[in-house]
């Protein structure tokens, strides 16, 4: 049996709240527009940009959310470029992932993250060895659709039963459903409990601890 952890990266594996504001609250200035809360901003942490910005501003066309899109990219990067991203790991998940990976465990990402911003996250904390496979909102449908699984799945050879979706939003959650794979919610990101089990986690963990008590169990 392969065993593979799927973990979403904003708000699960690290915290990149306040860049994500900042960069979106950019975006909407380029725009003259005004700039949405940054309560609702969090919210759509794990959508592709497009859809988040469909989120963000209803009334937009899609023409308008590819443009707003681009503008949050191009603050993103000048961020990046200024040495201003600052995106640690949540505390105790760098010591988990590591143990997983020595117990066997399969390691993938399923993020809203374009794959650039992805390497260069993983790179950053020296942790991109740990995983077999990434999967971005460059190559797939935004969550909640499932392809993003399927292709983890796909790659790495598991089967379903055998796979975990980890993530703090509800989006992560109806993923999971979707593509008929376990669910653990994160109450550390930006969705809460209730929305995480409402939308189909097993489970909702409040530290990494726990997390790492639920993964660690052996299997009889």
Same mark, same amino acid.
Request: hydrophobic letters at 45%; proline letters at 5%.
């Given at each position: 049996?392969s ?17 994500v ?5 950019e ?11 940054r309560?609702? #901003? ?9 859809q988040?910005m469909?989120?963000l ?19 993103f ?5 200024q ?5 640690p790991?949540?505390?105790?998940? &760098?010591?988990?992932?590591?143990r997983l990976h ?6 993938a990402?399923?993020t809203?993250?374009?794959r ?23 190559d797939?449908?935004?969550k909640?659709?499932?392809?993003? #699984?399927?292709a983890v799945?796909?790659e790495?050879?598991a ?18 459903s ?6 653990i919610?994160?109450?550390w990101?930006?969705?809460h ?10 489970r ?13 169990v052996?299997? &009889?």
């Amino acid at each position: 049996m392969s065993r593979i952890a799927i973990f979403d990266c904003d708000g699960t594996l690290v915290d990149g709240q306040a860049n994500v504001c900042e960069a979106m609250e950019e975006a909407f200035a380029a725009a003259s527009l005004a700039a949405p809360s940054r309560a609702l #901003i969090r919210r759509a942490v794990g959508l592709s940009l497009p859809q988040a910005m469909g989120l963000l501003l209803p009334e937009s066309t899609p023409d308008q959310q590819e443009m707003l899109a681009e503008s949050y990219r191009i603050a993103f990067r000048e961020h990046r470029r200024q040495g201003r991203i600052d995106e640690p790991l949540f505390e105790g998940i &760098g010591p988990l992932l590591r143990r997983l990976h020595q117990d066997g465990w399969q390691l993938a990402v399923a993020t809203g993250k374009s794959r650039r911003g992805l390497r260069h996250c993983l790179a950053a904390h020296g942790i991109s060895d740990l995983f077999c496979s990434l999967q971005t909102a460059d190559d797939h449908p935004s969550k909640p659709d499932p392809a993003m #699984i399927t292709a983890v799945l796909w790659e790495t050879g598991a089967q379903a039963q055998d796979a975990v979706m980890i993530g703090d939003t509800s989006f992560d959650m109806l993923m999971a459903s979707a593509a008929g794979v376990r669910a653990i919610g994160v109450d550390w990101g930006y969705h809460h409990a209730e929305e995480l089990l409402a939308t189909g986690a097993d489970r909702v963990v409040d530290t990494v601890e726990e997390l790492a008590a639920m993964l660690t169990v052996p299997h &009889g």
